[in-house]
């Protein structure tokens, strides 16, 4: 089993930035990778970013390249995604997921196991 708790959402203005943090606990080792999905109303959930325990290879959606950046602590058993130059259009619930096996998954919702339960990120125009 693997636990997931995120934080750092909140109501921000179009341009700024935000950090959300997801704290993992358990049997994180089984994971190659960690990821953040979001989830606007009405819409699937969407891959964000990704990237690995082991060596740190990242993967990013093309709509949050050069704007977010994913990051890891493995002493901490923490990611971040520092989100700046926000739009409204990345108004969703943002999701941490860990599972997936190999890097050709990680872009996939369905290949993660787990799931925290998500901070809400609100950016007005």
Do not use: H
Not at 28 to 55: L, N
């Amino acid at each position: 089993q693997v636990q997931l708790v995120e934080s750092g959402g909140g109501l921000v203005q179009a341009g700024d930035s935000l950090r959300l943090s997801c704290a993992a606990s358990g049997r994180t080792f089984s994971s190659y990778a960690m990821g953040w999905f979001r989830q606007a109303p009405g819409r699937e959930r969407e891959f964000v970013a990704a990237i690995s325990w082991s060596d740190g290879v990242r993967w990013y959606a093309d709509s949050v390249k050069g704007r977010f950046t994913i990051s890891r602590d493995n002493a901490k058993n923490t990611v971040y995604l520092q989100m700046n130059s926000l739009k409204p259009e990345d108004t969703a619930v943002y999701y941490c997921g860990a599972g997936p096996r190999n890097w050709r998954i990680v872009t996939m919702a369905r290949e993660y196991d787990y799931w925290g339960q998500g901070t809400q990120v609100t950016v007005s125009s």
